[in-house]
């Protein structure tokens, strides 16, 4: 019999967990601004020569983007991960 009720007790995560939770959601925010502003960066580089010898700037851009796609499901399970262990510490 426990009257009256008692609040749940409230867990109390470490520094190491907080740490892990700010890694695992900022680092595939910065790495997909990054990626977004390098690739436009290029082809903005690709497109200002009038005379076409900087074009392999472009295909950089591109395989940036590429990159960005092929890794956008892992940045985004590490950004649901993160911000669930952000959800959970807040608690």
């Known amino acids: 019999m426990n009257y009256p009720p008692q609040p749940p007790v409230r867990r ?4 190491k967990y907080r740490v892990w ?15 977004v502003v390098l690739g436009l960066g290029l082809f ?12 392999a700037l ?10 960005l796609a092929v890794l956008s499901p892992f940045l985004l399970g590490s950004f649901v991960a993160g911000l669930v262990m952000w959800i959970r510490a807040r608690r």
């Open 21 to 35: 939770t700010h890694v695992l959601l900022w680092t595939p925010i910065a790495l997909t601004v990054t990626g």
């Open 44 to 55: 903005a580089a690709a497109d200002a020569d009038p005379a076409y010898r900087s074009s």
């Open 58 to 67: 472009g295909y950089i851009g591109l395989f940036v983007w590429g990159a």
């Open 12 to 15: 109390v995560h470490g520094r």
